[in-house]
Each structure stands twice: as C-alpha cells, then as structure tokens.
C-alpha cells in the first residue's frame, strides 16, 4: 500500500533528523561555556585559560568561564572534561601533563587519547629554573656543587607532578647526579608563593609566571630551559651552558570530550586560531617569552599521539614516579 509524502512534511522530517543527528555549540547556548583548568588559579594554564577564554567569547558571543579543578597532576579536571557531554560547553585546557601522566599514572580514569576530542595548541612555553633567595650558592654551577656536597639537604618544589616542570626537575637530577627532594604542590602558583617565601629551595616555573618578579628580589634566577638565552630574561644563562643539552619547554592545548561532532570541533577551532592570532595575544606571548601555535585538529591530535610515545621513553629511563 502506498502511503504519499507531501513535500513540506518530507523536508520537515529532513530538518528533524539532520538536527537530532549533528549536535553543535547552539545546543549549548543559554549556558557559558566552561574552561576546565587542573591547577589552582594563578599557574600557567589558569592564565592561557582565561586570555584565550574572554577573546573566545567575544569571537562566539558566549559567555566563557574558567573552573578551577586542581589535584592529581591534572587528572581530576581531565576525568571531569572525559565524562562531560560533547557538545561543546565544557572545554579542558590542558598541559604536557596530559602526555605525560598516560605512563607516570599507572591507572588512571580515563584514556587521554580516547577520551578527548584534541581541539589546537594554543602556546609552548619554556622554563626558568629559580631559588629562594638566600640559598648559599648564586647560579647553576654552584648549586650542583652544593647538591653534591649536601644530598638530601636541597629541595624542588613541583608545581603539578606529571608537568613537564616535574619532568625537568628529574632529568636534571639525573644527569647532574645530584639528590634533591621532590616537594608536590597542587599548581605552579602556590609552589612558587613559598619559593618567594623561603620555605622551599628550588623550582622550575614557567617563563609566564616568574617574569613579574623578574627585578623583585624576591627569587634568584639560576637559567631558562630553552636552547638560547631570551630577552626577557637579561643576565640569565640558558641551564645548558651548564649542564650540556638540557632542554624543556611545556605546551598547552584546548581539548573537548570524545565524540565532539567534527562541526562543533570545527568551529571552537576557527574561534581560537582567531584569538591566538590577534596582535594582543601575539604581544603577550612575545612579552612572556612563550610563542603562539596554530595547530589544526588533526595536527594536534597526531602531536599528542606522538607526545606520549616520547614522553614514555624519558619517565621509564628516569625512573620518575608520583608521589
């Protein structure tokens, strides 16, 4: 028997299945769209979170807001992001700890490659190796002498465990043989209030947060992590100088939940390549020694593939483990 479709109806019914079938970020609006952040406020992922959280809500015309879930390395923020619908409201910022912690964590509760929808980098970052102000040696050279002489004595403040700051503390550790004590922190910003403090020694930070306390006195300024000296930092040796081929530098990138339709995906990508390309972001960056990325999706989610097997071969042949 035959039944006749009018036209309207068959178009109607079109819309319908086309609407049920390709969520995108309207299903979210009437809400803000979140940044998940692993760390407290104050770090280097807070801060990327929320410059690239306001120009991304000038360019969508939605309100975005930073939610603070700290603790485990950034795992808690990251298995909060895994379980949240893909839609496109509830955004991760993340770190080389995302890369990292796939080895350093033996059981973690959710799978960083199936679990996320990879979105784009959005800067790498190096780091500056600092000490409390009144340690008993003034640079590099001095302090793995001290180490040597002292073992145990000396401690490193680590930021966030499974960040590439961890990372760096341990390789140079390793290949300066020296024993300093690892101290965790929930983010990078409470590590180093109590480096500023004297309550701890030592501890690699990121270029973004010691620049402002640059000419303070608070903090001395032992060496940056990149390759060559950098501008923003006069008078501060590169570590390799020192210890030859030392090298780190951390990335951030924007993540959503598995599953995120490819226009969803597709559409935060175009707003945030827009705001990392804008002249303020680009300024900042330059200003805080870090540099701008565009990444495509795709790009970025092959990165982060690659990154895992990298970092896998460095955490087994240091033998760094979470405390």
Same mark, same amino acid.
């Given at each position: 028997?035959? *039944?006749p479709i009018?036209?309207?109806? &068959?178009?109607a019914?079109?819309?319908?299945?086309a609407?049920?079938?390709?969520p995108?970020?309207?299903?979210a609006?009437?809400?803000?769209?979140? %940044?998940?952040?692993?760390?407290p406020?104050?770090?280097?992922?807070?801060?990327?979170?929320?410059v690239?959280?306001?120009?991304l809500?000038?360019?969508?015309?939605?309100?975005?807001?930073?939610?603070?879930?700290?603790?485990?390395?950034?795992?808690?923020?990251?298995a909060?992001?895994?379980?949240?619908?893909?839609?496109?409201?509830?955004?991760?910022?993340?770190?080389?700890?995302?890369?990292?912690?796939?080895?350093?964590?033996?059981?973690l509760?959710?799978?960083?490659?199936?679990?996320?929808?990879?979105?784009t980098?959005?800067?790498k970052?190096p780091?500056?190796?600092?000490?409390?102000?009144?340690?008993?040696?003034?640079?590099?050279?001095?302090? %793995?002498?001290?180490a040597?002489?002292?073992p145990?004595?000396?401690n490193?403040?680590?930021?966030a465990?499974?960040?590439?700051?961890?990372?760096?503390s341990?390789?140079?550790?390793?290949? &300066?043989?020296t024993?300093?004590v690892?101290?965790?922190y929930?983010?990078?910003?409470?590590?180093?209030?109590?480096?500023?403090?004297?309550?701890?020694?030592?501890?690699?930070?990121s270029?973004?947060n010691v620049?402002?306390?640059r000419t303070?006195?608070?903090?001395?300024?032992?060496?940056?992590?990149?390759?060559?000296?950098?501008?923003? *930092?006069?008078?501060?040796?590169?570590?390799?100088?020192?210890?030859?081929?030392?090298?780190?530098?951390?990335?951030?990138?924007? *993540?959503?939940?598995?599953?995120?339709?490819?226009?969803?995906?597709?559409?935060?990508?175009?707003?945030?390549?827009?705001?990392?390309?804008?002249?303020?972001?680009?300024?900042r960056?330059?200003?805080?020694?870090?540099t701008?990325?565009?990444?495509?999706?795709?790009?970025?989610?092959?990165?982060?593939a690659?990154?895992i097997?990298?970092?896998?071969?460095?955490?087994?042949?240091s033998?760094?483990?979470?405390?």
């Open positions: 028997m035959h *039944f009018t036209r309207r109806a &068959t178009l019914a079109l819309l319908l299945a609407t049920a079938a390709a995108t970020l309207a299903t609006q009437g809400k803000p769209i979140t %940044i998940v952040v692993g760390s406020a104050g770090g280097t992922t807070d801060t990327l979170a929320r690239i959280g306001r120009m809500g000038d360019s969508l015309g939605q309100p975005v807001v930073v939610e603070n879930r700290a603790g485990a390395g950034g795992n808690i923020a990251a909060f992001v895994a379980k949240a619908p893909p839609d496109g409201s509830t955004l991760l910022m993340s770190f080389t700890g995302h890369t990292i912690n796939a080895t350093l964590y033996k059981n509760p959710f799978d960083p490659l199936k679990d996320f929808t990879p979105i980098m959005v800067a970052v780091s500056v190796l600092v000490a409390r102000k009144d340690v008993p040696f003034q640079d590099t050279a001095g302090l %793995i002498d001290y040597r002489k002292n145990g004595k000396l490193f403040a680590i930021g465990q499974g960040s590439s700051l961890h990372l760096a341990e390789q140079f550790k390793m290949v &300066t043989g024993d300093i690892n101290v965790p929930k983010g990078t910003g409470p590590a180093l209030t109590d480096v500023l403090a004297g309550t701890v020694d030592l501890m690699f930070a270029t973004v620049l402002p306390h303070s006195g608070g903090i001395k300024f032992l060496g940056v992590s990149s390759r060559e000296a950098l501008p923003q *930092f006069p008078g501060v040796p590169p570590l390799a100088q020192t210890v030859k081929g030392f090298e780190s530098q951390a990335w951030f990138g924007l *993540f959503g939940p598995a599953k995120m339709p490819k226009d969803v995906t597709d559409k935060l990508y175009a707003a945030v390549k827009k705001a990392v390309e804008s002249p303020a972001y680009q300024e960056m330059q200003t805080e020694a870090a701008s990325v565009d990444m495509t999706s795709a790009a970025f989610a092959q990165f982060v690659q990154d097997q990298a970092w896998a071969k460095i955490i087994k042949a033998g760094a483990t979470v405390e």
